[in-house]
Structures are given as structure tokens and as C-alpha cells.
């Protein structure tokens, strides 16, 4: 991402416009510090917005997957309003059936271009997966743990467990198609619970 485009400041984009993965990209980083420097959110939340919602549709500009840790709420961490983000949340930023059909939901009929898979450090999930836990979380910890392999470092674990997530989604064939077609980007990438940074991968 040049210099150029991360002087963007969140006045110079539209809220609804189909905007490239290119830019929706340079939205989310734009929003990212805007999150980490703010003192209050000001996107637009009003009645009008919701009637306008209402009304006109849903044209959010990215999909986000993301962890259901209530530290991690991207329309946040991005300083993101209301019908900007098409969000995918389950513990442990897995991706199973449903959350697969949702992403191919939001990229095929709501054609956003930018589908991010948001990890995060100190994930309950994988350190849950670390220590073999099974029981009632097994079904998140199995997944967990084939990505991981012999992964043991937290925060490594947490990028492979997102790079899982991305192999996933490229099992799909719809999103695999729109990759190839150029009209969607794949990218991945982890919010540091202590800070509110995020890297892009």
C-alpha cells in the first residue's frame, strides 16, 4: 500500500459505493488507525442511516470473518457505521459450512471484493487447541488443532489458524472463481488484543 493512499483519511470515502478490493483494503487501514488514535466514533449511527439501510439495501464495501471475542468487534476496530461491513463472527475465526456459505453469500450477491479473515492474539479458541481441549468446544478445537500442527508459540498460532481460514475459503468454488475473475481479493490478518493494531498479512 503506497504512502499515497495511506494519507486517506475515513471523509474521503463514500459509505456505500462498490468500491475495489484495492480500496476497500485502504478503507480498513484508514479505519484501523483512526481506531487506534480516537477518543470517540463518529460514523454514522442515526435514524436517517437506518431508514436509508432500510430503504435502499445493504452495500457493504468488505467481508469480515472474524472472531466472536467480544475484544474483537471489527466494525470497531475499523470505525466502520452502519451497513459498511458484512461481518461473519465464530469463535475462533474458523471456517466451517455455514460460515463458508455466508461468505459466499456476501461476495456473490452483496459483490464485495475484499473477503478478510481477522485472527487475533490471546484467541480463547486456540489456546484452548493448545492445551488439547475437547468436550463441548471440540468441534472449534479439532479445527484449531489440524491447522496448528506443531505450532506451539501463541501468536504464530494465530497466523497459521488465519491462514487456514483463507485455504478454506479457496476450497470454494465460487470464491475461487472470483478470485481467478480478479473481482475478489483474499487477505488475512491479525488484531493485537493489547493495542488495537492490526496487521495485514
Keep these: 500500500m503506497s504512502e499515497q493512499r495511506m494519507n486517506y483519511t475515513a471523509d474521503d470515502f463514500n459509505a456505500d459505493s462498490q468500491v475495489s478490493a484495492e480500496e476497500a483494503l485502504a478503507r480498513l487501514r484508514v479505519g484501523n488507525r483512526s481506531y487506534v488514535e480516537a477518543l470517540d466514533h463518529k460514523r454514522d449511527l442515526s435514524p436517517e442511516r437506518i431508514r436509508d439501510l432500510f430503504e435502499r439495501g445493504q452495500q457493504p464495501f468488505a467481508t469480515v470473518i472474524a472472531c466472536a471475542d467480544s475484544r474483537v468487534v471489527p466494525?470497531?476496530?475499523?470505525?466502520?457505521?452502519?451497513?459498511?461491513?458484512?461481518?461473519?463472527?465464530?469463535?475462533?475465526?474458523?471456517?466451517?459450512?455455514?460460515?463458508?456459505?455466508?461468505?459466499?453469500?456476501?461476495?456473490?450477491?452483496?459483490?464485495?471484493?475484499?473477503?478478510?479473515?481477522?485472527?487475533?492474539?490471546?484467541?480463547?479458541?486456540?489456546?484452548?487447541?493448545?492445551?488439547?481441549?475437547a468436550g463441548p468446544v471440540g468441534a472449534?478445537?479439532?479445527?484449531?488443532?489440524?491447522?496448528?500442527?506443531?505450532?506451539?508459540?501463541?501468536?504464530?498460532?494465530s497466523v497459521r489458524?488465519?491462514?487456514?481460514?483463507?485455504?478454506?475459503?479457496?476450497q470454494s468454488p465460487e470464491l475461487a472463481r472470483l478470485e481467478a475473475e480478479g473481482t475478489l481479493a483474499l487477505q488475512?490478518?491479525?488484531?493485537?488484543?493489547?493495542?488495537?493494531?492490526?496487521?495485514f498479512l
Aim: net charge negative; hydrophobic share 50%.
Design 75 to 133: 466494525e470497531h476496530i475499523f470505525m466502520a457505521g452502519l451497513g459498511e461491513l458484512f461481518v461473519i463472527r465464530v469463535a475462533g475465526n474458523v471456517v466451517g459450512p455455514i460460515e463458508l456459505a455466508s461468505a459466499v453469500y456476501a461476495c456473490e450477491h452483496l459483490h464485495t471484493r475484499l473477503l478478510l479473515v481477522l485472527g487475533h492474539t490471546h484467541c480463547g479458541a486456540i489456546k484452548a487447541a493448545l492445551d488439547g481441549e
Design 161 to 170: 489458524n488465519t491462514q487456514a481460514a483463507l485455504a478454506a475459503l479457496r
Design 140 to 157: 472449534i478445537t479439532k479445527v484449531i488443532a489440524e491447522a496448528l500442527g506443531d505450532v506451539s508459540d501463541p501468536f504464530e498460532a
Design 188 to 199: 488475512g490478518a491479525i488484531y493485537h488484543t493489547h493495542c488495537g493494531v492490526v496487521d
